[in-house]
């Protein structure tokens, strides 16, 4: 007999849109210049295992497009295995779209980064040769490290220092940055576990066989005991912060009608009812549910698995849902730089 799972309770309908969370504040005559009106667009590119997004904002840090399109380019790389040639053109595409909107709205400065699937891929660099002559420029691989550092100071640029210290977690395709601080980021640790990783690797039924759902919360715990003991800090954090796909898609399951998901509350009820309601249907039923996207039907499960064990391992009632990321890290970088 299969282990039963954890967490599970006998099969819900269909989630209703009830929030069970709650929501997270004179001279020679000549005008002088603001220091807002010498400011550029910018734009940063983050491409990830499993989605590719752009952010472009203007002066004073006002968001002029955000976008997000999954084209899974982490799908089977494993550790040194090889991009799928398929995944590969989705992801040129994809930078083929976001450069043609970074050229509408006149950007000075893009960066573009590359995460785990790059990081991991024995021909990332045959990938960045072709994505730099799309874009214009080189993707940079970043690590863990200053992937977290990015993310944190994106994800706490509208949260009060008084809400800290602060435990960032970046919940991506193929890995988890847990970034710890107050008003900077002290410390990272990335986690080798993510939401397309975590599915691809243990998921092989519809709705998942219990003995998969045990599998990946299992693997997310051990991977926290790791958290814990190089990140000691995180134990006596205030607030715990959720980033990435995963985390917005609960949010936005979670969301009351026209509710924003960036600052939300997420209880932990709310994430083990829409975790319960996410495993125990199959894809056709599970898609009807407002909030998530079809294309992000599949990967959700090992997302799902990731965000109540970390919810359960670190004992939290709740955390907050930001929609500010590694790409607020990366624009707000470049927007000071082009005032030097």
Do not use: K, Q, W
């Not at 497009?65 to 799928?84: C, F, H, K, P, Q």
């Not at 002290?186 to 039924?205: I, K, M, N, Q």
């Amino acid at each position: 007999m299969p282990p039963r799972p954890r967490g599970l309770a006998p099969r819900r309908g269909r989630r209703p849109r009830r929030p069970l969370g709650r929501r997270a504040a004179r001279g020679d005559g000549r005008r002088p210049v603001r220091r807002s009106e010498r400011l550029v667009n910018v734009a940063a590119l983050d491409i990830g295992s499993n989605s590719v997004r752009l952010l472009v904002t203007g002066p004073g840090g006002t968001d002029l497009a955000r976008e997000s399109v999954i084209a899974r380019l982490g799908y089977g790389v494993g550790n040194g295995g090889t991009l799928d040639p398929e995944r590969v053109a989705a992801t040129l595409e994809c930078l083929r779209d976001h450069r043609a909107r970074c050229d509408e709205h006149d950007v000075a400065a893009l960066r573009a980064v590359a995460t785990s699937a790059v990081r991991r891929a024995s021909d990332g660099e045959a990938f960045l040769d072709a994505a730099e002559a799309v874009l214009g420029v080189r993707p940079e691989v970043i690590d863990g490290a200053e992937e977290g550092d990015l993310s944190f100071r994106g994800a706490t640029s509208r949260l009060g220092p008084g809400e800290g210290p602060f435990v960032v977690i970046d919940l991506g395709g193929g890995s988890c940055e847990f970034a710890v601080g107050t008003a900077s980021c002290d410390d990272v640790y990335s986690a080798e576990f993510g939401s397309a990783r975590l599915t691809e690797a243990y998921v092989r039924h519809d709705p998942p066989a219990p003995d998969e759902l045990v599998a990946c919360l299992s693997v997310v715990e051990a991977h926290l005991d790791d958290v814990r003991r190089e990140l000691p800090a995180s134990l006596d954090a205030r607030t715990f912060v959720g980033i990435g796909g995963t985390f917005t898609t609960f949010g936005a399951m979670e969301a009351a009608d026209g509710e924003a998901v960036d600052g939300l509350r997420l209880s932990r009820a709310a994430a083990e009812d829409i975790y319960r309601t996410l495993v125990l249907d199959p894809f056709d039923v599970r898609v009807e549910n407002p909030g998530l996207p079809r294309e992000r039907a599949h990967v959700i499960l090992g997302g799902a698995c990731a965000v109540v064990a970390i919810m359960r391992g670190f004992g939290l009632d709740e955390l907050v849902i930001s929609e500010r990321d590694i790409l607020d890290g990366i624009t707000a970088d470049l927007a000071a730089a082009s005032l030097s």
